[in-house]
């Protein structure tokens, strides 16, 4: 991304090492403005992307001025351009935007344009990481089997991808099999700082997953936005951003010996959320951040979606130079990173007090202070701390349903169901774990944890302990260097004895890939009603995500998933009751088989090296044979197949015309749903299986599909169809107008009870817009572009809530849809909404950001809303109909 010789900038422009003229830089202390050393270091990255891109078109003098006057701007809603080094993408979102690509392609041919002027500006990654499942476990050829099945579910999908790898520019797949998207960022993808066209800038990233932000850990600001918005940034437009407010969060103090990233993690999350930081920049800076290695930074920056913020930033230190050190990259690189961060400003001494910049408010926290803890069981900012595990539950049971409860009645809270698995007696009861996975790159990109879950199982072993083998237990790393530093150290083989098995190279179990659960077991929670445990080191535990039958999901680190799998249940106090009695009689308590932190730096220090990462990432992108043995088409128009159940071309083009048509007033919306608090994606779009009596399921058999081929809503997200059909298709959506969960709603007109997707499908018949009413946090979770792209096709116009989660409302406008927020002090309950009315809402001629526009109802009612389009971008988005409507016209210009 070089600039051009008019930039305004060129003054500051300058070789970075004299031996290398030819290789510049800008200079940002060259600009010679003090209020450039007070600005935090996050908002120094987006200060010289726009330096260094400043075209006085896309990015104007004027932003430069507006991102310099940070201490002033971030209180005032100014919104700049940033255009990011590069794009990362998953498969799930990934399979998507390519087939948006292809379909752009097709429209802006059908308006007289170019074709091959939609191709990616901006480099983009794209790594298969969300399509493996847990389908085998526990055995030494599980891996093996489940990539095997994996390529034969997905066989049509990973050779369109392949075309699209032919087809465009400028990206580049990292094939299934290779590890998890954001951990292999972290090892091998991120640049830190870039050296191409001859210039020297910052790494920066946005993705289509939102736990892009893991990245921030080492020093590259990144963070997840909406599939349809990083399709724009990778076909040159800049992202459209509010200035952030950034939250100083202080870190001091030493954690415990016992202590892990994990617990932090989860300890942070929930003073963030207390702390309210969504939409603002988290940078972490203090004396504590010199205790953290990269890996636990990464780990806290992974979950920044979980507290809520955009950004989680770790400045580069000396720590983050050692990390590409160990990780193989070369001294080159190692010296140009730290030469031109230096020269810029942005190398981190977190022990330099001097260094602190200006904060928007500065929060600590003591890591001392930190205990071991787990979060649940249905959202990862409620942490829970190990001693209080049990009590929490139990008061769980009972509690009015919600998101610390499960309205269990009296009678039925000793619930429990004996029942056979292999030919030997067990029972459950409510808190029995069922599932166990070491999951996610929150933790498996982490050598501390996953070491010390290895020496872990070791001693559990050694102790005599087991795991019951009807419990699911799997374990999927995120790269392949966790497998060899696990061999080479020696734990390996005592994680298989438990039944942590590899099963995978992916997200597995952390996004709903879990797979069945043995039926004995289903059948036995079902009896019973139970409400039975997974535990998982993962980043997401929403209900309806993990799996359909475990009510109940905690996060917690590697050591304590399999320490909660030898107990078997959940309703234990590990610091007072034993794990487990051996056949002996002896009582085992966590504490015993606990492994400390000098006993896990050691092993650490000794095997994961340089040469590990060196011979696993040489041959990435061409050791996997399924892959480089797929064909796939050179042209550069797609050829749809019409019998695909995968793959199809989308309607989102169908009708589009060359000018944009103003947009009108929505007449008499019926409402589709009546939603609560915290609507998460999943609920919307749901990633996980394919249930048989839905209408997806429907449309499937009707394609000669039987169930064993319906695969996941994830790996259908290429066919708009099942999509659309797999909207709102959770089964724990609560819908007011129902009253109770399940994937159905009432067609008002008839009063009758249907899938939602039916119902629908009625409006749209009888040519009647739809509205949907939720509350607070609508869209939180993960940046689903089809949690906008499924409402959209159903006939959803606008929706009408108390606020939303930032890259939902991203998705939102990106497809056109009105984000309708009530004023403050307003809600549906306040304003006796039922959901049974007609909303007309009145779109004025002329339009502005954050305007409040009048809703009328049927029944005589009027009141006012925001409008949440945030900048002038995305009224002129709004205005075309949605993003993709918008840069085909744009593509399409002679």
């Known amino acids: 991304m070089s600039a051009a010789v008019e930039s305004p900038y060129a003054r500051i422009r300058e070789a970075l090492d004299a031996q290398k003229p030819d290789h510049k830089f800008y200079n940002l202390s060259k600009l010679e403005d003090p209020r450039y050393t007070r600005l935090p270091f996050s908002i120094r990255v987006l200060l010289e992307a726009a330096v260094r891109t400043c075209d006085e078109f896309l990015v104007k003098q004027a932003d430069v001025e507006n991102i310099l006057n940070w201490n002033q701007t971030q209180w005032k809603s100014v919104e700049v351009p940033f255009r990011p080094a590069r794009v990362i993408l998953q498969d799930f979102t990934g399979v998507p935007a390519v087939v948006d690509f292809a379909a752009m392609r097709d429209a802006v041919k059908t308006l007289g344009g170019d074709p091959e002027k939609i191709n990616p500006v901006c480099p983009a990654d794209l790594v298969i990481d969300h399509s493996i499942q847990v389908d085998f476990n526990r055995k030494s050829d599980s891996l093996q089997k489940n990539q095997d099945l994996e390529f034969e579910r997905n066989r049509e999908r990973f050779a369109f991808l392949k075309w699209g790898s032919k087809a465009f520019k400028n990206m580049r797949i990292i094939p299934p099999g290779s590890g998890i998207v954001h951990q292999v960022n972290l090892e091998y993808l991120a640049h830190v700082v870039f050296d191409h066209d001859g210039f020297y800038y910052p790494d920066s990233l946005v993705g289509t997953d939102s736990h892009t932000t893991m990245i921030d850990g080492l020093g590259v600001l990144g963070w997840g936005v909406g599939g349809i918005e990083a399709e724009a940034v990778m076909l040159g437009q800049p992202i459209s951003m509010v200035l952030p407010q950034v939250i100083g969060y202080k870190l001091l103090g030493v954690p415990d010996k016992f202590i892990t990233s994990t617990d932090i993690v989860l300890t942070i999350t929930k003073h963030l959320r207390q702390v309210g930081v969504v939409g603002k920049f988290v940078e972490f800076f203090g004396p504590g951040v010199s205790q953290l290695s990269i890996a636990d930074r990464a780990t806290i920056a992974n979950m920044c979606p979980e507290y809520g913020a955009t950004a989680a930033f770790f400045p580069v230190d000396h720590i983050s130079i050692k990390y590409l050190e160990q990780t193989g990259r070369s001294a080159e690189k190692l010296n140009y990173v730290t030469q031109y961060l230096k020269a810029v400003g942005m190398f981190r001494d977190y022990s330099n007090a001097d260094q602190d910049p200006e904060f928007t408010q500065v929060v600590e926290m003591d890591l001392g202070t930190v205990v071991p803890c787990c979060s649940g069981p249905k959202r990862p900012q409620d942490r829970v701390a190990v001693t209080e595990m049990k009590r929490d539950f139990e008061g769980c049971l009972g509690a009015k349903q919600g998101f610390k409860g499960f309205q269990v009645p009296p009678e039925r809270l000793n619930n429990t ?39 872990l199982a070791k001693k559990a072993v050694e102790a005599g302990l087991s795991v019951r083998p009807y419990i699911k237990t799997s374990l999927s790393p995120g790269s392949g260097v966790v497998t060899s530093y696990l061999k080479e150290s020696g734990v390996m083989s005592y994680l298989s004895k438990l039944g942590f098995e590899v099963v995978g190279y992916g997200c597995m179990t952390c996004i709903g890939n879990s797979g069945p659960l043995p039926d004995p077991v289903v059948e036995a929670i079902t009896q019973g009603d139970l409400v039975v445990a997974g535990i998982l080191s993962g980043n997401r535990n929403f209900e309806g995500r993990v799996h359909p039958n ?14 909660y799998a030898i107990a078997g249940t959940i309703r234990i106090d590990l610091e007072k009751e034993p794990l487990a009695v051996t056949p002996e009689g002896k009582e085992v308590f966590l504490k015993d088989i606990w492994p400390t932190r000098e006993e896990i730096q050691e092993v650490e220090h000794q095997f994961v090296i340089p040469a590990m990462f060196k011979e696993v990432y040489t041959k990435v992108e061409n050791v996997n044979e399924r892959w480089n043995s797929l064909s796939a088409s050179s042209d550069k128009l797609y050829t749809w ?104 709603t009432v067609y008002l007109p008839s009063g009758e009870t249907m899938d939602v997707f039916d119902a629908a499908d009625e409006y749209k018949k009888a040519g009647l817009p739809l509205l949907v009413l939720a509350g607070k946090e609508y869209g939180s979770g993960s940046s689903r572009d089809w949690a906008a792209k499924g409402p959209f096709l159903l006939g959803i ?23 309708l927020e009530y004023l403050p002090g307003d809600t549906a309950e306040s304003l006796g909404l039922t959901g049974r009315e007609c909303y007309t809402v009145v779109i004025p001629e002329t339009l502005t950001p954050k305007m409040n526009v009048v809703i009328q109802l049927d029944t005589g009612k009027t009141f006012r809303a925001c409008m949440r389009f945030d900048t002038d971008v995305e009224l002129t988005y709004f205005q075309h109909g949605g993003i993709l409507n918008y840069m085909v016209r744009k593509m399409s210009e002679k």
């Open 641 to 744: 197949d019409p019998n695909s159940t995968y793959i199809k071309s989308p309607p989102f083009f169908d009708g589009l015309t060359r000018e944009p048509q103003p947009p009108k007033s929505i007449t008499d919306a019926y409402v589709l749903l009546n939603l609560g608090d915290s609507v998460t994606t999943d609920h919307i779009s749901p990633a996980g299986n394919i249930a048989r009596n839905s209408p997806a399921a429907r449309y499937l058999t009707g394609r000669g599909l039987s169930p064993r081929d319906f695969n996941s809503y994830g790996s259908r997200r290429g066919n708009d169809a099942v999509m659309a059909q797999g909207t709102f298709a959770n089964i724990r959506l609560f819908n007011k107008l129902l009253g109770k969960p399940g994937p159905q």
């Open 797 to 819: 116009k606008a929706v009408l809530a108390e606020s939303y989660e930032r890259i939902h409302r991203s998705n939102l406008v990106g497809m056109g849809i009105i984000p």
């Open 417 to 455: 169901v004996s029942f056979q698995y292999s030919g030997t007696d067990f029972s459950l009861s409510h808190g029995s774990v069922v599932i166990a996975a070491i999951t996610s790159c929150t933790n498996t990109s982490n050598p501390s944890v996953m070491l010390g879950a290895g020496l």
């Open 550 to 563: 475990t009510r109940a999901n905690y996060l917690a680190s590697p050591p304590l998933v399999i320490a």
